[in-house]
């Protein structure tokens, strides 16, 4: 193997090649989280046959320039493919590939790079599809804990600090309760000039849009306990290329590193082998035609074709207290904290299934009916759906949000998405619906006075009216269980 730096546009780029005379087919990745983490990567790649590019988007790092997130990512990994198909060691054939930011740097060059430097294939792992899809959940609620931390660690900076945001909750406990959401950074002590304008952007759903348009094979991978498992699927369903592949499994944001509740030794794939054999197959045309893929059933051990889903059907829930509460912003439903209050006066509305008779596979979008009403111009109805286990333990299954703005007072009728579950849930469990005005600190807190969340400097109190008889959960439940597939044979087919 040969390794060495190089300077491309500018930009800092490491290059690693295989053993042999080549010339070599590349992968590309680029990267705001420092190009030398990922050196065991390109080591692999390059151990298999493929020129590893690695490198450090504009402004980070070693790589000169400012950096503004993704803003300059098609233009920046255009000139980045042109060079390499100009190297002597480059057969022309090429591979975008990243997890997270660097997914999102894959697919701009995929969707939005001129003709003549768009990649050969795409490996997108937990894309970040753009601002407005990582600030808001579709709805418009704002995503602060999350944006806060990765706003702390990278935002502004060339380099890093992964610990910025819990140190600066371990010196200030109440750090993100302070107003307004715009005023944080002085909090924190920073400064962070693009923080305001990650709150103006509104094109979500632009990558997606231009998905419809690509002519090139697509791996897309996800978990079920990821933020962005929603963006994954989307993104996967409307891909217009030759062949979409969707790899889902029982996991959070780091994938294999994070698994979440449920997963078992079945869902423990080489994730790297899995990608150096899609990319074989890509590039030499050979995938069949179509979507295809597989989703791990949390609690099954098992994994299931991507596009098996359960048939919607409503389940019953009997009210336990809350039909009417308060949303008190003073004192919001936390979503760290899955305890019930027992005193006091209710602040969320809390419902409950009888236990289930017998297993039950949950694949599938879940949502929740409400008929309810706010006394404010505007509410957020949060509504997280938890198992609570015979033996007494509680976990969190699902979460959704929405903002309404009706007339104070008037009653309205909306559906609350609570995202996919891929999910066996055991006999005996009960699920636990709860209907709150909050979810922090994952969410900002709606001020209820129809300003914005995000430069509000006053919260009021909101109270609020749930119709039990108007409550409907729905669950995606398999009724015939198709057969186990293993998920590399879904994603080389």
């Not at 730096?5 to 680029?30: E, H, I, S, Y």
């Not at 910025?164 to 909750?169: G, K």
């Not at 995606?476 to 293993?486: F, G, H, K």
Request: aromatic residues 6%; glycine residues 10%.
């Amino acid at each position: 193997m040969t390794a060495w730096c190089a300077t491309v546009g500018r930009l800092a780029t490491d290059v690693r090649l295989p053993a042999g005379d080549g010339p070599f087919p590349a992968v590309l990745v680029r990267t705001p989280y420092d190009r030398t983490r990922h050196e065991a990567e390109a080591r692999g790649w390059a151990r298999r046959g493929f020129a590893a590019v690695v490198q450090d988007v504009r402004g980070r790092f070693a790589s000169p320039g400012e950096w503004h997130p993704y803003a300059h990512e098609a233009a920046d990994g255009a000139a980045a493919v042109r060079w390499i198909r100009r190297q002597p060691w480059s057969d022309g054939r090429l591979v975008a590939a990243g997890a997270s930011y660097a997914a999102h740097c894959a697919l701009a060059l995929a969707l939005d790079a001129p003709e003549d430097a768009r990649p050969d294939a795409v490996i997108a792992a937990v894309p970040a599809l753009g601002l407005a899809e990582t600030a808001r959940e579709e709805s418009g609620a704002e995503r602060l804990l999350s944006r806060l931390g990765w706003w702390a660690a990278h935002g502004d900076r060339p380099d890093s600090d992964e610990k910025a945001l819990a140190e600066a909750l371990a010196a200030d406990p109440a750090l993100l309760t302070h107003l307004p959401l715009t005023g944080l950074p002085e909090r924190l002590g920073r400064n962070l000039p693009s923080w305001p304008g990650l709150w103006r952007a509104r094109d979500r759903g632009r990558l997606v849009a231009k998905a419809v348009h690509a002519r090139l094979p697509l791996l897309a991978v996800g978990g079920h306990h990821d933020h962005f498992t929603e963006d994954t699927v989307a993104l996967w369903r409307a891909w217009g290329g030759p062949s979409a592949r969707l790899l889902l499994g029982p996991w959070g944001h780091s994938l294999l590193a994070s698994p979440g509740p449920g997963a078992g030794p079945a869902h423990r794939v080489n994730l790297g082998e899995l990608y150096v054999r899609w990319a074989r197959r890509a590039l030499a045309g050979e995938l069949a035609p179509g979507r295809h893929g597989a989703q791990g059933l949390g609690g099954a051990d098992l994994w299931l074709p991507a596009t098996a889903e359960g048939e919607p059907r409503p389940h019953r829930t009997r009210l336990l207290h809350g039909r009417a509460f308060t949303a008190d912003p003073g004192r919001p439903v936390r979503s760290d904290d899955l305890t019930v209050p027992a005193d006091g006066p209710p602040d969320r509305c809390l419902l409950v299934t009888p236990p289930l008779p017998r297993p039950l596979d949950v694949v599938g979008p879940v949502g929740a009916h409400l008929r309810a009403t706010a006394h404010t111009p505007s509410a957020d109805w949060a509504a997280r759906l938890v198992a609570l286990s015979p033996e007494g333990t509680a976990e969190r299954l699902a979460v959704g949000i929405v903002r309404r703005a009706e007339p104070p007072g008037s009653e309205a009728e909306f559906t609350i998405g609570l995202g996919r579950l891929a999910r066996r849930l055991p006999a005996g469990t009960r699920l636990r619906l709860e209907i709150a005005g909050h979810h922090f600190p994952a969410h900002a807190r709606n001020p209820h006075t129809g300003q914005d969340p995000v430069t509000a400097a006053r919260l009021l109190p909101s109270r609020r009216e749930v119709d039990p008889d108007g409550v409907a959960l729905t669950l995606p439940v398999l009724t015939s269980r198709p057969a186990p597939t293993d998920p590399a044979q879904e994603i080389l087919r």
